[in-house]
């Protein structure tokens, strides 16, 4: 495949991160083993769109539900997430991506805490890209938090809108996805940024998180751009065969 066949990249993909534990299962082993693999695609992954010019990249790494996963994975994730700032925040800051956290915080170690703070403020002035990682994150938590802060605020009923919310959101300032990527073969949100895929374009792939690399994000920017986006209106045919 050849950017060639790539005829219009999106200004914003946002994926599901699935399919580290069923990758591990094939290999018979252990979960977190899976979830390390995915951790460590996850540099080629960003360095890849960032080639194509895809300017922010949105990754789902830990909801607010996989809190309910055995205590052994859920600690072993959050080692390895701490293990990966370590490991790549400066190549990060390097090659100019600026890192933003979508969820809650107060969950979270100290320790890992200041580590995503740190990133965050280290990079905050990146202008090539921006990545964000949805850790202990939920779509409908989210807009739900948003809806108590503007109570908190006192704003009236009536000047609520659509713009108003989104900037109580955590994904305040970001665009909203153009293209929306799930691995492991599911095809469904699992509470991902449901505020902001409204009009999102929809991607799932068979292949699991850990092989997802190149040829497979090859392969969802050319069914991205082959896609005509209409955000509720009419094909320009459509729009001729009805004078």
């Given amino acids: 495949m050849t950017k060639s066949k790539i005829k219009r990249i999106p200004n914003h993909v946002a994926i599901i991160m699935d399919g580290n534990g069923r990758w591990a299962r094939q ?47 859920v600690k072993g994730l959050l080692r390895i997430l701490e293990e990966a700032i370590d490991r790549e925040i400066q190549s990060l800051h390097e090659k100019g991506i600026k890192l933003l956290h979508l969820g809650r915080l107060d969950r979270l170690s100290e320790s890992l805490r200041q580590k995503l703070q740190y990133a965050i403020e280290l990079t905050k002035d990146n202008t090539r890209g921006t990545l964000s990682i949805a850790f202990d994150y939920g779509g409908r938590a989210e807009i739900v938090d948003a809806v108590r802060r503007i ?18 959101l955590c994904t305040a300032g970001l665009p909203d996805p153009d293209l929306i990527i799930r691995t492991g073969g599911e095809m469904r949100l699992s509470n ?11 991607y799932s792939t068979p292949t ?19 896609r005509e986006r209409r955000f509720g209106g009419l094909r320009a045919e459509d729009t001729q065969s009805r004078r």
Avoid: M
Wanted: hydrophobic share 40%; with cysteine; net charge negative.
């Fill in 151 to 168: 109570l908190d605020q006192g704003i009236p009923p009536q000047s609520i809108d659509e713009a108003l919310l989104s900037s109580f």
């Fill in 27 to 73: 290999r018979r082993l252990p979960r977190l083993a899976g979830h390390r693999a995915g951790t460590e695609n996850i540099r080629q992954v960003i360095e890849c769109f960032a080639d194509y010019g895809v300017k922010y990249l949105t990754l789902f790494a830990f909801s607010t539900e996989n809190w309910s996963r055995p205590q052994r994975e």
């Fill in 192 to 202: 991902f940024l449901l505020w902001q895929a409204a009009y999102s374009e929809y």
């Fill in 208 to 226: 699991f998180w850990p092989d997802f690399g190149r040829e497979e994000i090859e392969k969802a920017l050319i069914a991205y751009s082959q």
